[in-house]
T-cell receptor, first 111, second 113 residues
């Protein structure tokens, strides 16, 4: 199976909060990332968290990491139509430059 | 800076044909990567390079070849295209081994019929 797993779809009303969840299997993961892919475009790094952190906040984005359960989440506050995209969770290990990606969560923001 | 550029944006190949997907970056990054993205799947690493003259296989290298003669360019070669190679191909680069960000190109959508 996949090393990184995500639910495939999320629908959210404009102005509400979105929460995207991810689980990973490699306990030696050092960096965990959230990438955003807009239609027809490449992936763009949204935020990342080191494995020695529990939480990271960056404007409307909050990343929570539960190392015990190997669970990562991304919360987007006040979701806007421009947040409609595919969100990928990814992991890497120190000194290993390769990323392992989840399948991506398609977020649809409805009015 | 243009970042990571890829050509072509779209391509249709017949089974058995060959082609080269071009990738270039102007950020002087040592690390470059080729991924494929299939519907409903995460990105899979095809090949990567840690510097000019050095390449290595990723998870799904069969049917592909790469070269890295310069820091800037990292072309991906498909020999004898097969329908299973229908996918969206992304090239990416990063600056150092601990660089937390990979910069992605816009992708090449390839259909093999």
């Amino acid at each position: 199976g996949e090393d990184v797993e995500q639910s495939l779809f999320l629908s959210v009303r404009e102005g509400d909060s979105s929460v995207i969840n991810c689980t990973y299997t490699d306990s030696s993961s050092t960096y965990l990332y959230w990438y955003k892919q807009e239609p027809g475009a490449g992936l763009q790094l949204l935020t990342y968290i080191f494995s020695n952190m529990d939480m990271k906040q960056d404007q409307r984005l909050t990343v929570l990491l539960n190392k015990k359960d190997k669970h990562l989440s991304l919360r987007i506050a006040d979701t806007q139509t421009g947040d409609s995209a595919i969100y990928f969770c990814a992991e890497s290990i120190t000194d290993d430059y390769k990323l392992s990606f989840g399948a991506g969560t398609t977020v649809t923001v409805r009015a | 800076n243009a970042g990571v550029t890829q050509t072509p944006k779209f391509r249709i190949l017949k089974i058995g044909q060959s082609m080269t997907l071009q990738c270039a970056q102007d950020m002087n990054h040592n690390y470059m990567y080729w991924y494929r993205q299939d519907p409903g799947m995460g990105l899979k690493l095809i090949y990567y390079s840690v510097g000019a003259g050095i390449t290595d296989k990723g998870e799904v290298p069969n049917g592909y070849n790469v070269s890295r003669s310069t820091t800037e360019d990292f072309p991906l070669r498909l020999e004898l295209a097969a329908p299973s190679q229908t996918s969206v191909y992304f090239c990416a680069s990063s600056g150092t081994v601990n660089s937390y960000e990979q910069y992605f190109g816009p992708g090449t959508r390839l259909t093999v019929t």
